[in-house]
């Protein structure tokens, strides 16, 4: 009974809390939490009436065939680790270093990436693509896109829509290719990176284009989550935006080298091309002209100029001189533009005024200038994204860490922070570094508060890393990172390993209140046991069966935290049926 006391308002409470932003396990939280609550009050209430009132007559318990052959074989294995008792210690020992060793070099990942089914592409073209250019590239992209036989739909959106909830400029289109059904493809066990490196080599025919692909929902929550759309952003801070521009170009390619990178951009902050007009100063004033004169004509020939009205009714419209679009991108052209010499240098002529040619008095250049100049907590910033496939975030973003520390030099005054849903990651990782002491110190406290015995607490406790031992060989074994997901499992498989320990020392320490020699009473306790610590883990277990073994959408979120839980019950369950008992026999209190 405290054992479900413990996990319903202990271990569920904290399963709830560490979930992702506190969202991501709550349902199945509170699930658990309504579960135990209601089986802890019936099993106080209603099943001891239900007793009195049904049963009836001689009473006795018999066991079952399986639970005999259980106990049969039970018996001469406790007897045995009871003989050899250093040995067992030495072996757990060994099997817990084993196990942090191996903990130690598994990868992590913020949560397990879930498959949505479709993809979401983003096409990168270069700063200043016109809008009509823009669209007929991407409908070529899309036709292409369209020959794949896997894929059902594509629909894109470009640039920013009236209502600007997703700010693009028109050289950036998200583009959403949904598939067909599994059943529906020409090889329905094709994987889905084999799609995408298809995909990928399907699109990269069409110039002017850069790639990055990831799934729609995922995009989203990566943007919201750390306001990028891929899953790792390096991010550089400084002041100059060339010094920006080279840093960065080198982290991309020392991040081309790593294993497991995808999709590397390096943010556009230059490529849109700006006519510069630079006035040669001393000829202006030999012409007696200003820099404002020679900016007059060229703002009226190139964006503009109002020059009057005209009227339909009650309707006014503005008339507006400029030069046609075609002379306007010619610079040849636009070297001619007359430039009219101020009044003391007309020509005496009635009709004619005296001008120089812009050609004259300025130089025009079309020169590549900064598309963008992005800022962060008041600093200027560039960020390199990538994705990563087939490989651990954690593993991933350390790497680069210390390649980039080791290879790129990065000048004073500025500085390198890693983003993107790693952020995510530590954030979790740090949440629970502080929960999951304080649900340990609260159940010492509680189990204190039962036996009034650290010795007993301190035994009892064993359980856990004794369960955290199936559940990382378990991660281990199926090649699962440790993420949240498998952090939630861990939390819930703590409060199952400390119940099957209160289970069992609370009935060897009644049976030594009752005169029972101290080894006889573990012997017979254990034995004793055996039934209720069973069918705590096999409930426990199977239960999760289906989640380990799903394929469906969303698995991938509930697989760690299964494999975890059935891992680690399955190590806790065995050590504590011979481990536990062992370490009673040492450390308990032989005056009970």
Known sequence: MFGVFIIAFVYVPIFALSGVEGKMFHPMAFTVVLAILSALILSISFVPAAVATFVRGKISEKESLVIRGAKNLYAPLLNMVMKVRILVIGVALSLLFLSGYVASKMGAEFAPALDEGDVAMHALRIPGTSLSQAIDMQLSLESRIRELPEVDKVVSKLGTADIATDPMPPNVADTFIILKDRDDWPDPSKPKSAFINELQEAVSIYPGNNYEFTQPIEMRFNELLSGVRADLAVKVFGDDQEILLATAQEIEAVMSTISGAADIQVEQITGLPVLSVIPNRPLLARYGLTVQDVQDVVSAAIGGKETGQIFEGDRRFSIVIKLPEEIRENIEVLEKLPIPLPGDNLIQSEDVISTVPLSEVASLEMTIGANQVSRENGKRRIVITANVRDRDLGSFVQEIQNTVSAEVEIPAGYWVTYGGTFEQLISASNRLKLVVPAALLLILGLLYALFGSSRDVLIISTGIPFALTGGIAALWLRDIPFSISA????????????????????????????????????KEGALARLRPVLMTALVAS?????????????????????????????SSTFLTLIVLPVLYSFFGNKDD
């Open 487 to 522: 952090a939630v499992g861990f939390i819930a498989l703590s409060g199952v390993a400390v119940l099957n320990g209160v289970v069992m020392i609370s009935f060897i320490k009644s049976l030594i209140e009752k005169g029972k020699p101290h080894i006889e009473a573990i």
């Open 542 to 570: 199977l239960g999760f069966v289906p989640m380990a073994i799903n394929v469906g959408i969303g698995s991938e979120v509930q697989r760690p935290l299964a494999t975890v839980v059935i891992g680690g019950i399955i």
